[in-house]
């Protein structure tokens, strides 16, 4: 038996659906809790590659969820992945805006995930604040590696475009093959939404975060942050 | 499943079965992998930097203070007086009750008394002990004012210090006069206007900063737009800020009356555009000149005979930083670049040349200013066939205010057709 099937199968026996947490073109999201034990897990169905979500299995982070199993057969992907108690940062800007420490402890937490995410030679290019769930014990978590594909070495474009409207780098929408530096785009817009709400084309956060955002969503790849690290070493 | 089976393994925890490959086991919720520990970044921190300024600071502070310090021990014998009211504040302490106003007579009396001793002591021993006087030039400085052996060995390096000014002034002197001299004698000899020549490698400096963004030719005249990179402009000489003549060269053809040296006029029609004039030119390599500043542009032009279409690539090739299709037939999208002597603030429409095919594409901002949706109508294909030139209406902000510009790009129909394609 396939890991696809015995995954899909044992959530039927093994694991109760509590909710759907979302539901798209792409595939569904549901929360299971273990007949068993009554631990909460996330099963994720969609169409597309597990690959990304096969790198994270058995890895410990912090700021990323743990994976427990994925599995794919025929063009569609299957993960059983740990539950993150907490809310959104969209759910929290419906709040308030986030302060200046505040952002920069959220970005921090999400730069160690987007970092160990891309020493696996992965980009997850869907970096909004629907994804980052602040644990109720503390600490952010990057969540949904859905959209998220491997860099392959001289590829020139993207082969799907994929991402969310204003977080999305424009190599994203199949100008160039997006790397590492379209989750920094991604990032940089997700800094300046928590600061003021908006889309740095619209209103760019003031003072040196602002100049973060400028250099993080720079058009040009090149002229953004080389790498996670150094967008670390300036916040 | 069966246990013989190959693609079966059994739970490390449980001992059910698993299919080989599973990392996980739901019954007992246990991971058959061992868990790694995500590796941590490594930041480099910026209190290096800090360290190493404060110890520059440190140092320079050192380097200042230091030579007030050694030259203040001389006449502040505070440090002494310490190490004498020890001694003799013992002696003299039951013949002054007072304590704050006897205190100064106190330790001046006594300094007095110990510093002779130690000035006789150190005379006894400064030829023996010239290196330790080197190691030790705040015991023996206050020594300097009596015995005049010590002071070599004290102060040998103020010694010196003013004959060398005595022998560096001269130096200086006819230093000047030797390069004074060819000076004068070159200046007039070879060019009159020397200043001018100081200026130029600011104006070379800013001839890359002038770029052509797009240029159109229309009966017989071509509008021209160029950029200035503010950066670089703000040290611009006078006089370099605006196009100031044309220059020309290149093959023309034989019915372009245009010949090197031809007529050209221009004429300024607004900040960062100027109308060229010319007689039936037909097109070629044309350079500006402006002061010492050089930007060249190739235009390619039509005789106005045979219609009033052209299309230019400009050293700058306008905004467009990528005109590329995604996987939609017939979308694709249009990122702008960064430039740092223009900032796109919306695109208000699209033009392809001729202008009868504009209707066939919809412009529709993704995320302003950066990336815009470009959507063509399948019925395109039939109608259109060839290479054009897709301008695109920018509203933008540079040095010179907020302005509509045409920003032009040039499309082929082996690059464009498969948008189109059903």
């Given at each position: ?11 039927k026996t ?8 979302h539901s ?24 597309g590659?597990a ?9 410990a ?10 599995a ?12 993150i108690?907490?809310?959104t940062?969209f ?11 505040e ?34 014990g503390g ?8 959209a ?31 790397d590492?530096r ?34 993080c ?19 | ?8 393994k ?12 599973a990392?996980f ?5 246990t ?31 050192a380097?200042?203070?230091?030579p007030?310090?050694?030259d203040g ?17 013992v ?10 106003e ?7 009396a ?64 006819p ?72 220059l ?12 090197a040296g ?16 010319m ?14 500043a ?21 050293s ?5 930083s990528?005109?590329?299709v ?28 001729p ?15 950066q ?28 040095i ?10 040039s ?11 059903p």
């Open positions: 038996m396939q890991v696809y099937d015995f995954l899909t199968e044992y959530l093994e694991f109760e659906a509590v909710k759907q947490l798209g073109l792409r595939g569904t999201v549901t929360l299971e809790r273990h007949r068993g034990s009554g631990n909460l897990y996330v099963f994720r169905s969609f169409t590659s690959e990304v979500y096969r790198r994270l299995t058995g890895l982070c912090p700021n990323l969820p743990r994976i427990y199993e994925a794919e057969r025929d063009g569609k992907a299957a993960v059983l992945e740990e539950y108690q907490g809310d940062v759910e929290l800007l419906k709040g308030s805006l986030f302060s200046a420490a952002t920069r402890s959220v970005i921090t937490d999400v730069c160690r995930a987007l970092s160990v995410l891309h020493s696996l030679g992965a980009v997850h290019r869907d970096i909004k604040p629907e994804n980052v769930i602040l644990r109720s600490g952010a978590v990057l969540i949904d590696f859905d998220s594909r491997t860099v392959k070495e001289g590829g020139s474009s993207d082969t799907t475009v994929l991402g969310t409207t204003g977080f999305a780098a424009p190599e994203q929408y199949g100008i160039g093959q997006s590492a379209a989750d920094i785009y991604a990032l940089g817009t997700l800094i300046n939404v928590m600061l003021t709400g908006r889309h740095p084309s619209v209103e760019m956060a003031p003072g040196r975060f602002g100049r973060i955002v400028k250099k969503t720079m058009v040009n790849p090149d002229d953004r942050y080389k790498d996670i690290t150094r967008l670390m070493e300036a916040l | 499943m069966d246990s013989t089976d190959k693609t079966v059994k739970c490390i925890n449980c001992g059910r079965e698993l299919p080989e490959g990392s086991c739901p019954y007992c919720e991971s058959q992998l061992e868990v790694r520990t995500a590796p941590v970044p490594v930041i480099r921190r910026r209190r290096p930097l800090y360290a190493l300024l404060a110890a520059c600071f440190i140092l320079i502070a380097a200042v203070m230091l007030k310090v050694l021990a001389t006449d502040e014998p505070q440090t002494q007086v310490e190490v004498v009211s020890a001694a003799e504040l002696e003299l302490a039951p013949a002054e009750p007072g304590p704050t006897t205190e100064p007579a106190v330790t001046m006594a300094l007095r008394k110990v510093e002779e001793p130690e000035a006789e002591a150190m005379p006894a021993e400064p030829e023996s002990e010239a290196a330790e006087q080197e190691s030790e030039p705040v015991e023996s400085e206050p020594v300097t004012a009596e015995p005049k052996v010590t002071e070599p060995a004290v102060a040998p390096e103020p010694q010196p210090e003013p004959a060398e000014p005595a022998q560096a002034a001269p130096e200086p002197e230093e000047p006069a030797v390069t004074r001299e060819p000076e004068p004698a070159d200046e007039p000899a070879v060019t009159g206007p020397e200043p001018v020549e100081a200026s130029q490698p600011e104006q070379a400096e800013s001839s890359a900063q002038l770029l052509w963004t797009d240029a159109q030719v229309s009966g017989g005249q071509a509008y021209v737009n160029y950029n200035h990179v503010p950066e670089r402009s703000r040290s611009m000489a006078k006089g370099q800020k605006y196009i100031t003549a044309f020309y060269n290149g093959e023309l053809s034989e019915d372009g009356t245009l010949t031809g007529d050209v006029s221009l004429e300024r029609i607004d900040r960062g555009v100027y109308r060229m004039s007689n039936g030119w037909n097109g070629g390599t044309v350079t500006y000149s402006s002061g010492g050089v930007s060249t542009i190739q235009i390619n032009a039509q005789l106005p005979e045979l219609g009033s279409y052209a299309s230019a690539e400009a700058s090739s306008g905004f467009i990528s005109f590329t995604s996987e939609s037939s017939n979308v694709f999208y249009l990122a702008f670049r960064d430039d740092k002597a223009v900032t796109l603030r919306r695109v208000t429409g699209v033009r392809i040349d202008d009868v095919y504009s209707t066939y594409f919809t412009i529709e901002p993704v995320t302003e200013g990336v815009y949706k470009v959507t063509v109508d399948p019925t395109f294909n039939q109608t259109y066939n060839g290479t054009a030139t897709v301008s695109f209406f920018c509203h933008i902000d540079d010179y205010g907020s302005r509509d510009v045409l920003s032009n790009v499309i082929s129909n082996s690059v464009v057709q498969p948008f189109w394609q």
